[in-house]
């Protein structure tokens, strides 16, 4: 019978770690047995942090977040005077 | 990144599962076997694109997850639930769904319903649960309900609190030796294989 091994040395038949332990997906203490194989709770904290900031500061989303529409559409839309009521409303 | 060999594809029941048999055959070979545990549809498509042979959707969802402080109080509907969850993303991978706590210690009855339930809704391919004693009996009825087990001793968390905390095991001649009997016992009851978590090398 295979021996999966977790803190049990390397003469098991296979390994297992748990999947937060060893991408570094969490706070705090890690058992001796888990190596870390990614910092993946410092990527995250750190991407979050950026985004927070653009969104604080208007850099995010730029022109290639956004969609757009045909020109005539636009042009119609704007005649119709959709645009100016919108505007007196908001 | 180093360039990863491509895991070999089997004809088997479902298109490219690796076929449990092979665990035998991997350990004859000298090959190591790989498992990691997941928790959804994209950690079980990365386990698989990783070239991962065993997931195991584990209780400790419970800590890693959820937050709680231990495994004890995760429900059978968790694993059930996340059990789907992974299965729609791991597909090479062989599927072992925790036993959670509470759900195979009340009679043979009840831990053959469970796991057959882990199988049924959730799509699991295996079962695992905690320690030796009464759960080697569990392991003998669930696979000869046709459900494959996955035994697992030493430091075993659902019973943490009787082990005194989250530490090693069988540090004494003596308990080394209970440790070995629970395990040989496992087999003896039909386990596919075993979990040694936390006990000297």
């Known amino acids: ?90 | 990144m180093s360039e990863k060999p491509k895991p070999q594809r089997y004809a088997s029941w479902t298109a490219g599962k690796l076929p449990l048999p092979e665990l035998r055959e991997m350990k004859r070979r000298g090959e190591k076997i790989v498992m990691v545990t997941a928790y959804d549809a994209p950690s079980g498509r990365l386990a698989d694109q990783a070239g991962v042979d065993l997931v195991l959707v584990g209780d400790s969802s419970g800590m890693v997850v959820h937050g709680r402080e231990s495994t004890v109080a995760v429900s059978l509907d968790e694993i059930v639930f996340m059990t789907q969850w992974v299965s729609r993303g791991a597909r090479r991978p062989l599927l072992v769904a925790d036993m959670p706590f509470g759900s195979y210690e009340v009679s043979d009855e009840q831990a053959v319903q469970n796991a057959v339930r882990l199988v049924k809704e959730g799509g699991a391919d295996a079962v695992k649960l905690e320690r030796g004693g009464t759960s080697a009996s569990r392991a003998h009825a669930i696979v000869a309900a046709g459900v494959p087990v996955m035994g697992h001793v030493g430091l075993t968390p659902q019973t943490a609190t009787v082990l005194g905390g989250f530490k090693a095991q069988g540090r004494s001649a003596e308990r080394a030796r209970a440790l070995v009997d629970e395990a040989l016992a496992l087999e003896a009851a039909g386990c596919f294989a075993v979990v040694l978590e936390a006990v000297p090398a």
């Not at chain 1, 977790?6 to 390994?15: L, V, Y």
């Not at chain 1, 977040?65 to 100016?84: D, Q, S, V």
């Open chain 1, 1 to 90: 019978m295979p021996t999966i091994g977790i803190g049990a040395g390397g003469g098991c038949d296979g390994q297992v770690l748990v999947w937060h332990d060893m991408l570094g997906y969490y706070e705090g203490h890690a058992p001796r047995f888990v190596k870390r194989y990614a910092d993946l709770g410092a990527t995250i904290t750190e991407a979050l942090g950026r985004y927070a900031e653009e969104v604080r500061s208007g850099a995010f989303p730029e022109q290639q977040h956004t969609y757009a529409m045909p020109e005539e559409e636009l042009r119609a839309f704007e005649e119709a005077g959709l645009a100016a009521d919108l505007d007196e409303r908001s």
